[in-house]
Every structure is written in structure tokens, then in C-alpha cells.
T-cell receptor, first 115, second 112 residues
């Protein structure tokens, strides 16, 4: 399977703990996105990378969230001092090409539950 | 602030009929608009893209229209099938950025 993969698929943690998620994009894609989705809502943009550069970050994203893409391949999203409000599905997507022709390919997501 | 509205209530239609979903937006001038399908517990899957200078786009049983004056896109599924049951999301993108803003999605249920 050469699609976008995310690990873990599910994560249960206690409030105050740190969690880290991993995303492996489609190999030739240079852009990688992170979204958060809660029940009944559409994906909410968090941040995106072009190769290893983080080009845009949502103003809604608190300082507890950080993302990296060190070699322009896989990416990690870390949430520090988790809160119950962080419970959501975290989606990763990758794409390539010019913006007007861009198709985002989404992974299956990581479902986070903060107790 | 930018706002995207999709029918929050589920849409139930009979098999074989045409389903029409609406995406309205305010305080935004998108350069292009995409429609995605999302099944429960899965990531969205891309369906169609339409640019601001295009009025209509078709792909098999799918049709998308884009009216920048009304600030609205309509998504049609003709000859609908129970397998079309899913949540459909619209996403808007602007020129000069690769960032997309998604709507809340509309849940479609096609009844056999």
C-alpha cells in the first residue's frame, strides 16, 4: 500500500501527558498537512509543510502543539500537556503539484482520547 | 471571519434519485473548490476540483457547479446508489496559499 499511513491509529492518554503521532506521506509528495477533526465537524487546518519547511500554522494552534518534518519525508505531531479538549481525530494528508491542481491524499487518522 | 456552511442535517434520498448538496461561503474569495467524500472512521477522499473561472465540472455521475457571485457550490450525484451514502465535504483554497478550509460536511443516506 503506497498511500498515506499514520501511527498509531488510536491513542488513549491521561490529561497532562504528552503524545506524539507519526505520518508517512506518499513518497513523492512534497507537501504534508495536519488537520484535526471532531465529531460532526470538517477537518480543521493545523499546519502544513513544503518539504521540511513549515510554511503555515493555524493561529488556533496553541503552543502545546508542535510539528516537525525533519528530512522532508515523515512528519510528527506532538501535543504536550494534553487536555480533554484535545480529544479528536488527527488527520494527515500529502500532496504535490501546483495549488490549482492539488489533490490531498488523506491517511486513516489517529484517534486521540484524553481522559 | 471566513465561514463555510454545508447542510448540517442529514440528507436522505431514494435510490436512483439525484442528490444535491450545497456549500455556501462568506468572507472568502476562493481560487478553487474541492469536494471530498468521507466514510465513518476514515480520512476524506478527493472527488472533484473546480476553479473559480469554471462554472461546471463533471466526473461520471458527479457534477459540481461553482457560482462566485452567489458564493455557492452545488454538488450533484445522479442515479444515486446506497454505496454513495457517506459524508461529503467541500474545501476552499485561495491563490497564493496551499491551505484549505473545510466545511462541516453533509451526511448523505441513499435508501434502497
Amino acid at each position: 500500500d503506497t498511500g498515506v499511513s499514520q501511527n498509531p491509529r488510536h491513542k488513549i492518554t491521561k490529561r497532562g501527558q504528552n503524545v506524539t503521532f507519526r505520518c508517512d506521506p506518499i513518497s513523492e509528495h512534497n507537501r504534508l498537512y495536519w488537520y484535526r477533526q471532531t465529531l460532526g465537524q470538517g477537518p480543521e487546518f493545523l499546519t502544513y509543510f513544503q518539504n521540511e519547511a513549515q510554511l503555515e500554522k493555524s493561529r488556533l494552534l496553541s503552543d502545546r502543539f508542535s510539528a516537525e518534518r525533519p528530512k522532508g519525508s515523515f512528519s510528527t505531531l506532538e501535543i504536550q500537556r494534553t487536555e480533554q479538549g484535545d480529544s479528536a481525530m488527527y488527520l494527515c494528508a500529502s500532496s504535490s503539484g501546483w495549488a490549482a491542481q492539488e489533490t490531498q491524499y488523506f491517511g486513516p487518522g489517529t484517534r486521540l482520547l484524553v481522559l | 471571519s471566513q465561514k463555510i456552511e454545508q447542510n448540517s442535517e442529514a440528507l436522505n434520498i431514494q435510490e436512483g434519485k439525484t442528490a444535491t448538496l450545497t456549500c455556501n461561503y462568506t468572507n472568502y474569495s476562493p481560487a478553487y473548490l474541492q469536494w471530498y467524500r468521507q466514510d465513518p472512521g476514515r480520512g476524506p477522499v478527493f472527488l472533484l476540483l473546480i476553479r473559480e473561472n469554471e462554472k461546471e465540472k463533471r466526473k461520471e455521475r458527479l457534477k459540481v457547479t461553482f457560482d462566485t457571485t452567489l458564493k455557492q457550490s452545488l454538488f450533484h450525484i445522479t442515479a444515486s446508489q446506497p454505496a454513495d451514502s457517506a459524508t461529503y465535504l467541500c474545501a476552499l483554497g485561495g491563490s497564493g496559499t496551499y491551505k484549505y478550509i473545510f466545511g462541516t460536511g453533509t451526511r448523505l443516506k441513499v435508501l434502497a
